[in-house]
């Protein structure tokens, strides 16, 4: 599975982004798809995570009530709103994708594939 990020980019504090992430390949409904970020000297962070079937979502305390995930089958896609930003939010957001059990949703080590990382600067 080959994940691709984009949509980063520059944006005031208070100000929108979207962020989408294209899969290709032999992906599985079993698979949760999820999107996680890196600032400098910071150790990664889980942002959001959706499963690719059923849909349930997952957010980190950070964002919760400003991030909002959502997935297109169809297009084997997966979106990242991202509104009210904060200069915190300022990372190299990246997608990634494995076979996660609930329990393990916010951890960088379950997931097998990832994306090349999107920057988002948030200016203040």
């Known amino acids: 599975v080959q994940l691709q990020a984009f949509g980063g980019g520059l944006v005031q504090a208070g100000g929108f982004l979207r962020l989408s992430c294209a899969a290709c390949g032999r992906t599985s409904s079993t698979y949760v798809m999820a999107w996680f970020r890196q600032a400098p000297g910071k150790e990664r962070e889980f942002v959001a995570a959706i499963r690719w079937s059923g849909g349930g979502t997952y957010y980190g305390d950070s964002v919760q009530d400003r991030f909002t995930i959502s997935r297109d089958n169809a297009k084997n896609t997966v979106a990242l709103q991202m509104n009210d930003l904060k200069s915190e939010d300022t990372a190299v957001y990246y997608c990634?994708?494995?076979?996660?059990?609930?329990?393990?949703?916010?951890?960088?080590?379950?997931?097998?594939?990832w994306g090349q990382g999107t920057l988002v600067t948030v200016s203040s």
């Open positions: 990634a994708a494995g076979r996660v059990i609930l329990s393990a949703t916010r951890s960088p080590r379950s997931y097998n594939y």
